[in-house]
């Protein structure tokens, strides 16, 4: 197709192009044999109507072109309250429209719009989210994300509700144990004089080792005053 201001007469061939293209452009070709027009390195600026003319004669119908930028590769940003979350499909489309928008859950796709809000229990079968963006022109698809409902967040790291739960478990376990020692012996744990993996630990009734001394020296003074008062035979 070539400008209405430097239309091309070639083996009866002319095309007129109604949206400006700069006259005595080098980037727009035309063939002679099937009168196809070439433009190359487009712009923005050459979106527009173009039409074809023969023997002075237009023909029909007209043509309306669209420059269009690729899309670019999307990322997913989460954002999260209570009871839900919210997935945006962000990337800088301008320029690039009409821009269409996919959700992927797993290996499902469906389409939607750039916000995708999701609950715990609408996505519990489902482990990771990717979005797509496409236009006519490209395709480019997000890196996934893990579902933030899952048990495990990014990076290997516990969800903040396991690591409580965990917490309170072992606190629930520990407290039983000191009362099971408490019936068992008649005193707490930190009265006691012996360690956990001595047998007095869990004994009741367990005598402090300076009082059992001071017994068995109670013991040896009353054998010796016997032996002295026995009178000899």
């Known amino acids: 197709m070539c400008p209405r201001e430097t239309s091309v007469r070639l083996a009866a061939w002319s095309c007129v192009l109604l949206a400006a293209v700069s006259a ?8 002679p044999m099937n009168g196809v027009m070439r433009i190359t390195g487009l712009t923005r600026n050459d979106s527009g109507l173009y039409t074809c003319e023969v023997n002075g004669v237009l023909t029909s119908p007209n043509t309306r072109l669209f420059v269009i930028s690729a899309v670019p590769k999307p ?27 996919r959700w992927g859950r797993d290996d499902e796709w469906t389409a939607g719009s750039l ?8 996505s519990s079968g489902v482990a990771e989210f990717s979005c797509e963006l496409e236009n006519p022109f490209s395709r480019e698809i997000s890196g996934p994300v893990r579902n933030p409902f899952t048990s495990a967040a990014p990076g290997g790291r516990l969800n903040i509700s396991t690591g409580v739960t965990v917490f309170v478990i072992l606190l629930v376990a520990v407290l039983l144990l000191v009362a099971v020692h408490r019936c068992k012996t008649g005193m707490w744990f930190f009265q006691k004089t012996s360690m956990p ?6 004994r009741k009734n367990e ?27």
């Open 24 to 31: 005595g452009s080098e980037r727009g070709s035309l063939n």
């Open 75 to 101: 990322t997913v940003r989460t954002s999260c309250d209570e009871d839900s979350c919210t997935l945006t499909c962000d990337g800088d489309t301008a320029g690039a429209d009409p821009v269409t928008c």
């Open 115 to 122: 916000a995708l809000r999701i609950t715990k229990d609408g």
């Open 197 to 202: 993996w001595e047998p007095n630990f869990w």
């Open 207 to 233: 005598r402090p080792p300076g009082n059992a001394a001071a017994s068995n020296g109670t013991s040896a003074q009353e054998n010796g005053q016997t032996d002295e008062e026995t009178p000899l035979s």
